[in-house]
């Protein structure tokens, strides 16, 4: 590992000075890392990566660590279909109560993901205070999952042109 690399097909007055273990330990982990953050990149473009974010504001983990309203009333406004204008405006005020309310009682204090709060607020009859919300909460829940089925299809789609 301590001689000296040369790539094949170069020239070896030229090439630089470096050890095999350095070429393995170093240049090659970060062509290896680079692909890897390429093939990340490329799987969440931004608007995901936005959507992410946005989800992560629902979490109950730490208190409400990561809440916040402007970021979750952004998530509502990508959903037009669902969220009128009026709801747009009282799902602030529901959000206020929702996060007292939550941080009142002991059965959500152990909850995380978004996945657990939905579940609680049905168990406990509270979707209905909170409609707004919990509609929020399962079309965050739908979207991991519609994004993987979108991508599969459309994958699947130029797959199938290709082949034709």
Known sequence: MEDLHFVPGKSRRKAPKITNFHYYCV???FQVL???LKELNDSFNEVNTEL???MACLSLVNNFASFDKEKIVRLAQLYPQNFDHMDL???LIQLDNYIQDMKMHSEFSSLRGISDPAKELVKTGR???YMLVY???T???VLPVATVSM???FCYEDCENTIA
């Open 27 to 29: 240049d090659l982990y």
């Open 139 to 141: 079309l965050a829940l």
């Open 151 to 153: 991508e599969s299809f």
């Open 52 to 54: 992410l974010l946005y």
């Open 127 to 129: 979707c209905e205070s």
């Open 34 to 36: 680079d692909m890897q």
């Open 89 to 91: 405006m009282n799902i």
């Open 135 to 137: 509609k929020l909460l």
